[in-house]
């Protein structure tokens, strides 16, 4: 059995998802080496997952993407079974297992949609709208994932989190 490992003792490689013409992953392992790889489908996304394990990274954090959004279990399901504390903007991908989630309330952000899209329909130009940016920021934390990958969370850090998934 491995020892536990402590969140924010370590210094954590990094992974980061974006979408250019590729959903693109660049990786950071522990010595700052960036890595760039590619993943537009299902499988890529696996050998992604395996590239990381290889590439020795030592955590994954995942943009906001579209293609993403609609790959949260999947992401979590890869994250937990190569052991990689992994964190994504949305609730849900914690709720499917992955590690923790940091981001914007997506409940109020649907809120502001249709408040926008009522005001435009009444005939305000979209140009006059303010821009909207979330002021309500949500951290959940999946205990259960973090007990099974060895990871000790502090209790400043629990104490901080909207929800804790135990």
């Known amino acids: 059995m491995r020892a536990a490992r402590h969140v924010g003792e ?8 974006k979408h250019l013409v590729h959903h693109r992953l660049h990786a950071v392992d522990g010595d700052r080496v960036g890595h760039r790889l590619q993943a ?6 696996d050998d992604a997952f395996a590239s990381l394990v290889r590439l020795r990274a030592s955590a994954l954090v995942i943009s906001p993407d579209v293609y993403f ?9 890869l994250a937990l079974r190569q052991a990689m504390p992994t964190i994504y903007q949305f609730r849900a ?10 981001g914007g309330d997506l409940t109020e952000s649907y809120r502001h949609v249709g408040l ?4 435009i329909l009444k005939g305000t130009e979209p140009a006059g709208l ?3 940016q979330a002021t309500k920021v949500e951290l959940i ?3 259960k994932t973090a007990k ?3 990871l000790d969370v502090p209790p400043t850090l629990l104490a901080r989190a909207d929800e804790v998934i135990e």
Do not use: C, D, H, K
């Open 130 to 132: 303010p821009v909207y």
């Open 10 to 17: 370590r210094r954590l490689g990094l992974a980061e998802w």
């Open 116 to 119: 926008y899209a009522g005001r």
């Open 148 to 150: 099974t990958l060895g």
């Open 40 to 45: 537009s489908n299902e499988r890529e996304i």
């Open 93 to 102: 991908f914690a709720v499917a297992g992955g590690l923790m989630s940091y």
């Open 69 to 77: 959004n609609t790959r949260i279990e999947q992401l979590a399901a």
């Open 141 to 143: 934390i999946n205990l």
